[in-house]
């Protein structure tokens, strides 16, 4: 790299170094056609410049979101440029605009941007820097406000806080918001009263103190860095910092944390910060090392209902198991890999929700991992039409992009399933780690990780991405089975829930209980909308259960022989203390057994009444198998406690 500094009539000011002496060995961002995949931009002059550093210097209060100072970029001219485009909210005062060293006569700053025109035009490859002079505050109201300033409620702690992502950076900082553009550096310089404290990304490399009672806190990272992932936290923050060390890693993580300095937050949350140290050595062990390990991990408390994954650095509300999770997940998926455009926000959003299952898998028990799935099948299922990918019509509405159902719940399931059609677990986190060294410090599409997925397996998984990434809905699948002297036989059909996807093939499980007691499992694979299973099968079959651990995103109703009058609805389902089952076709006299996947039976009755309540409350969460037995006839549905 070349060392590039700013002339002396702005020099006493913090600057940015394009070259420094250091240990971490970063790869450098990716080139990356801007081009190749949608890049919903404001203005198409912001991609005739590739942005590698951003050096931001703010004076900031914990009391309201008002912020002064400036914003540096260094670039570099992909193209010959007449005039520069940068991006920065309109409700901000400009000051002055310098361009190499020397302030612009004349730079205009409406519709959220600053644009100019230099003496001579920017020619290809030219390295540049632009600094900004600005004031104001930025904060629009909402989830979405690239900067706030809110009080915990609890805690009585008042912070100043940025979101950036999607599309919110520009309210507190100048900047250029293109995915594919990651910044392969940045320095924050933040000043506040004493007595505050400011989180950032990267190392804290030192803590200034200035006149008039005032701290600057500078933070530098050195690893490339989407623009929507830098920050600034400012609060009466305490540090309570603690070290962890997987055994790939040659040196220990920093996991810094500034939690609010209040009586008893720390002894109530300690428990919860440390697990920290644990899923950082379960991501490093099936997604890689983790990435940023050279500088540190860390969080900032902001009341903001949730949290943000901002790179080395999270912001969130709480320590809440499966938040700290999905935070931490996108250090991998989110961060160092980052989704190529908002339309597959799944490599983001699906892969960290993922990773909660994951933490509940390896961390916490089967069952609680079980109930996470259920509940994101519910989640998912409770959009019918609509897919995982983002339709160009959608792609700036934030949000769509942000749809628990379908980004969050139903992007994990795909992840699940893809790993139950892998069928082999060895693979399928090679996939992962193949795709996440492949894709490292730079953006990744939903088919790049198809591609990654098809090289990986040799097989191709075209139908699959197809069917359930652009594909819209999910499955409804419809089983009768009956057994012959010799055989069990099984007719299987599958309506969509969107006439846009009206089939889905997958593989599927059936649980078979026998009258002796046994137990067996076979796989087959649906890959039509109609199809009929024969097998040989000489003992009497009790109980037939189609995905019994619930790999696959789908409704199912079972039916053993023929229904002769009708179906069964449950209510609600996930259901709670109590359990509604409301029969269709009137009264008559059933068997209705609640059993879980063991087969244990927790409650039988015999009604005939066209509805039976169950009451609950004693059971645990988890997946549990609903039987209704009419005369020879009997169907069966699994159903969720939560």
Not at 186 to 193: F, G, H, N, Q
Not at 269 to 298: C, R, V
Not at 495 to 508: H, K, L
């Amino acid at each position: 790299m070349k060392r590039y500094f700013l002339p002396a009539i702005i020099a006493l000011l913090p600057i940015l170094c394009l070259a420094e002496t250091t240990d971490l060995d970063c790869s450098g961002h990716r080139a990356f056609n801007l081009k190749s995949v949608p890049t919903h931009v404001q203005d198409s002059a912001l991609l005739k410049y590739d942005v590698s550093h951003y050096g931001i210097s703010l004076n900031v209060t914990d009391s309201n979101t008002y912020i002064s100072g400036f914003t540096d970029i260094q670039a570099t001219a992909l193209e010959q440029i007449q005039e520069l485009v940068f991006e920065l909210k309109s409700v901000m005062e400009v000051d002055s605009v310098f361009f190499g060293g020397q302030k612009l006569s004349s730079f205009t700053h409406e519709h959220d941007l600053i644009k100019f025109s230099p003496a001579s035009p920017v020619l290809m490859d030219d390295l540049f820097v632009v600094r900004v002079y600005y004031n104001g505050s930025g904060e629009k109201g909402g989830f979405f406000s690239g900067i706030s300033n809110k009080t915990d409620s609890q805690w009585g702690t008042r912070v100043t806080y940025t979101l950036s992502e999607p599309f919110a950076a520009r309210d507190w900082f100048v900047c250029k918001q293109v995915l594919n553009d990651k910044a392969d550096s940045a320095d924050v310089w933040l000043t506040v009263a004493e007595g505050l404290m400011a989180g950032s990304n990267g190392k804290l490399v030192e803590i200034d103190s200035l006149d008039e009672n005032e701290l600057r806190f500078h933070w530098k990272t050195l690893y490339p860095t989407a623009y929507y992932l830098l920050s600034l936290s400012v609060s009466n923050y305490q540090d309570y910092s603690i070290y962890t060390k997987p055994a790939s890693i040659k040196d220990s993580i920093l996991i810094q944390n500034y939690i609010y300095n209040v009586p008893g937050y720390l002894e109530q949350n300690k428990d919860d910060i440390d697990e920290t140290a644990d899923m950082i050595h379960l991501y490093s062990d099936i997604f890689s090392d983790y990435p940023f390990w050279k500088e540190k991990y860390g969080h900032c408390l902001a009341p903001m209902g949730g949290g943000m994954e901002h790179q080395t650095m999270t912001s969130l509300s709480s320590f809440r198991f499966n938040l700290v999770a999905h935070e931490l997940t996108h250090q991998w998926y989110g961060d160092n890999v980052t989704c190529a455009s908002w339309q597959d926000i799944w490599i983001n959003e699906g892969f960290a929700s993922y990773g909660e299952y994951l933490a509940q898998e390896y961390l916490k028990s089967r069952q609680e991992a079980d109930m996470w799935m259920a509940n994101a099948h519910e989640w998912a299922m409770s959009e019918p039409e609509g897919s995982v990918y983002i339709p160009e019509e959608d792609a700036t509405n934030e949000f769509r992009i942000f749809s628990m159902a379908m980004s969050y719940k139903k992007g994990a399931s795909l992840l699940h399933m893809i790993r139950y059609e892998l069928n082999d677990d060895n693979l399928f986190f090679d996939l992962l780690r193949t795709f996440t060294e492949q894709f490292s410090d730079s953006v990744a599409t939903g088919d790049d990780f198809r591609n990654v997925l098809n090289e990986v397996s040799g097989s191709d998984y075209g139908w699959f991405f197809d069917q359930w990434y652009y594909g819209q809905g999910f499955p409804s699948f419809n089983y009768t089975w009956w057994q012959t002297s010799d055989s069990l036989i099984i007719d299987v059909s599958q309506t969509g829930s969107s006439v846009e996807t009206p089939f889905f093939r997958t593989s599927m499980d059936f649980s078979i209980e026998s009258e002796s007691g046994s137990d067996s499992v076979f796989r087959t694979i649906i890959d039509k909308p109609s199809m009929r299973i024969s097998m040989p099968f000489r003992e009497a079959v009790v109980s037939l259960v189609p995905d019994p651990e619930n790999w696959v995103l789908d409704r199912s109703l079972v039916v053993r022989k023929v229904i002769t009058n009708g179906h069964f609805s449950v209510n609600p389902n996930p259901f709670g203390d109590e359990l509604n089952i409301v029969f269709q076709s009137g009264a008559g006299e059933r068997v209705i057994t609640l059993s879980d996947l063991s087969g244990k039976i927790i409650n039988k009755i015999q009604s005939s009444s066209q509805k039976v309540t169950m009451y609950t409350q004693n059971l645990v969460q988890g997946l549990y198998l609903l039987q209704v037995e009419d005369g020879k006839e009997a169907y069966t549905a699994k159903i969720v406690k939560q």
